[in-house]
């Protein structure tokens, strides 16, 4: 078998994907139910509730919205993939070219384009300072050099799955709309 089956009942080849399979509620639904540092943190937190406050960060730092869905779906292919703790996948040449390959199909099916380096270099810095912060709070592991400053208030309290999945699928339609109107 060389597919998945989604929350939304598709077949979905990661390593083959085609952008009609790509649905926003398999991204939603399954997000929230994949932990952040492969489940070594003190409480569950969320891979969607991470992209949710990339999101709001991006806007909170006056970017565009195009920007802040981008941040929204940055990690979108772990939810046909999983995540692999960073480590692993420097080590992982052939599974980080099949994960660019899906994220730059996702950009394409939800911005239109993939991002520019300028786009790229924003998210990397958002999703670097809140890491920063989940390693503080999270792992209680503390980081050198001054905390990044962050424009949104960050609460590790664990919320319901479908909670954020509800909050995600709200954020990704508000951007969205602005993206094709």
Same mark, same amino acid.
């Given at each position: 078998?060389?597919?998945? &089956?989604?929350? &939304? /009942? *598709?077949? @979905?080849?990661?390593?083959?994907?085609?952008?009609?399979?790509?649905?926003?509620?398999?991204?939603? $639904?399954?997000?929230?139910?994949?932990?952040?540092?492969?489940?070594?943190?003190?409480? @569950?937190?969320?891979?969607?509730? $991470?992209?949710? =406050?990339?999101?709001?960060?991006?806007?909170?730092?006056?970017?565009?919205?195009?920007?802040?869905?981008? =941040?929204?779906? $940055?990690?979108?292919?772990?939810?046909?993939?999983?995540?692999?703790?960073?480590?692993?996948?420097?080590?992982?040449?052939?599974?980080?070219?099949?994960?660019?390959?899906? !994220?730059?199909?996702?950009?394409?099916? @939800?911005?239109?384009?993939?991002?520019?380096?300028?786009?790229?270099?924003?998210? *990397?810095?958002?999703?670097?300072?809140?890491?920063?912060?989940?390693?503080?709070?999270?792992?209680?592991?503390?980081?050198?050099?001054?905390?990044? *400053?962050? $424009?949104?208030?960050?609460?590790?309290?664990? /919320?319901?799955?479908?909670?954020?999945?509800?909050?995600?699928?709200?954020?990704?339609?508000? !951007?969205?709309?602005?993206?094709?109107?």
């Amino acid at each position: 078998m060389s597919y998945i &089956t989604t929350y &939304t /009942r *598709k077949h @979905f080849d990661p390593v083959h994907p085609e952008a009609e399979k790509i649905d926003i509620l398999d991204i939603a $639904h399954a997000l929230p139910l994949i932990c952040r540092g492969n489940g070594h943190v003190s409480s @569950f937190w969320s891979v969607g509730e $991470h992209c949710i =406050c990339c999101a709001k960060e991006a806007l909170g730092r006056g970017y565009s919205k195009r920007q802040a869905l981008a =941040c929204l779906l $940055h990690d979108a292919s772990e939810c046909y993939m999983s995540d692999v703790p960073r480590p692993l996948k420097q080590e992982m040449p052939r599974y980080r070219e099949v994960e660019d390959q899906l !994220l730059q199909v996702i950009y394409e099916k @939800f911005l239109g384009s993939g991002l520019t380096d300028e786009e790229g270099r924003c998210l *990397k810095e958002i999703d670097d300072d809140l890491l920063w912060y989940d390693l503080e709070v999270l792992l209680e592991d503390k980081q050198s050099g001054e905390a990044p *400053k962050l $424009h949104i208030e960050l609460d590790y309290t664990v /919320r319901p799955f479908a909670e954020v999945e509800q909050e995600y699928l709200e954020l990704f339609k508000e !951007l969205y709309n602005e993206q094709t109107s």
